[in-house]
């Protein structure tokens, strides 16, 4: 009888790979403000200096260690980074508690030890969307697994309010559970999508709301003064509904803010329809196809870009 035995040679190596989680590469490091300290450190960067200490284990520093590469020869390598809600900078490694001879003493520094960061935040935020308008979105609540991945796409699309909703089409199940009932999942997720896009630091912020018609007649109504445009995203059903995709938005007002509802992949039910209609939406579609709810949203949200810019 033939019996296997364990190896550890690149076979073994490339099925750890495999088995591992990947690695995202990030085209900015995001930061928390609590996380922020003054540097303590002499010189004329004192007064613009953070310091931060990462945990090994942390999967910012294990992204700055394996894909950016920085490391002990590399001290005065700079990557960006930003603070979530706050400005944007570059940061570099730093080893204060070493003193002068931190350089030789980096060299003797594994993976097993903690990251210090220094950080010069002072470059003021700018918009990532070409327009000054902004987004946000009323959607009837997806499947979860599609909600999860969605939520990334959400944050690199610069959205600014999300409101996660009930319809007729929606089961129970996708509003009250999955990825929607934690907090700290859903805000990893926007944090993930906001460091892929590198342009911002907002994050998209996200509410439930349980019952869709009080909201919608209480805080969408036609006395709502927030949204100069609110679209209905709903498949053709008459010759009067007009595309998407050759609609013009009027922005010679101080508010451009844009409220677009997006449906289940069934689409609205006729009750739902007359209650968006009545609170003052206007109707729109993208074609006869049906799409998945995330296709449906990176589509929607570029044709009305678009539209504000004609």
Same mark, same amino acid.
């Given at each position: 009888?033939?019996?296997? &035995? @364990? ?5 073994? &190596? ?7 989680? %990947?690695?995202?590469?990030l !085209? ?18 004192? !007064? ?5 200490v990462?945990?090994?284990?942390? &999967? ?13 020869? =590399?001290?005065?390598?700079e990557?960006?980074? $930003? ?5 944007? $900078? ?9 003193g !002068? ?27 990532? *969307? =070409? ?12 499947? /979860?697994?599609?909600m999860?991945?969605? #939520? ?14 009930n ?9 009250n559970?999955?990825? *929607? ?10 944090? =993930? ?8 630091? +907002? *994050? /998209?912020?996200?509410?439930i709301?349980?019952?869709l ?21 709903? %498949? ?12 013009? #938005?009027?922005?010679?007002?101080? @508010?451009r803010?844009? #409220?677009?509802?997006?449906? /289940? ?6 009750f739902?329809? &007359?209650?968006?209609? =009545? @609170? ?13 709810? +995330? ?8 044709l ?7």
């Amino acid at each position: 009888m033939m019996t296997l &035995k @364990a190896t550890r040679g690149p076979a073994t &190596k490339i099925w750890q790979r495999l088995i591992q989680p %990947p690695i995202r590469c990030l !085209n900015r490091v995001f930061f928390e403000p609590e996380e922020l300290h003054r540097a303590e450190i002499d010189g004329p960067d004192v !007064n613009k200096l953070h310091r931060v200490v990462l945990k090994s284990s942390d &999967k910012r520093a294990i992204h700055i260690r394996e894909i950016l590469k920085i490391n002990g020869a =590399e001290l005065k390598k700079e990557f960006r980074v $930003g603070v979530v809600g706050g400005n944007m $900078g570059h940061a570099r490694l730093s080893l204060p508690e070493f003193g !002068n001879h931190f350089e030789d003493e980096i060299e003797h520094r594994n993976e097993s030890q903690d990251l210090v960061l220094d950080l010069d935040i002072q470059e003021p935020v700018q918009s990532s *969307l =070409e327009h000054p308008s902004s987004i946000s979105l009323l959607l009837a609540a997806p499947r /979860p697994k599609r909600m999860r991945h969605l #939520l990334s796409i959400l944050a690199q699309l610069g959205v600014r309010e999300v409101a996660v909703t009930n319809a007729c089409r929606v089961e129970k199940a996708f509003l009250n559970g999955g990825i *929607l009932t934690r907090s700290s999942a859903i805000r990893e997720l926007l944090l =993930e999508g906001l460091s892929q896009q590198a342009y911002d630091t +907002d *994050l /998209p912020e996200i509410s439930i709301c349980s019952r869709l018609k009080p909201f919608v007649e209480d805080e969408l109504g036609p006395h709502c003064d927030r949204f100069s445009h609110k679209l209905l995203l709903h %498949p053709p059903f008459d010759e009067s509904v007009e595309s998407l995709a050759t609609l013009k #938005l009027e922005n010679n007002c101080e @508010a451009r803010d844009v #409220l677009l509802a997006i449906g /289940p992949e069934g689409g609205w039910v006729d009750f739902e329809l &007359k209650l968006f209609q =009545e @609170a003052g939406f206007k109707c729109v579609h993208m074609g006869p196809r049906i799409l998945r709810t +995330d296709v449906a949203v990176v589509a929607a949200i570029s044709l009305v870009r678009a539209a504000l810019s004609r």
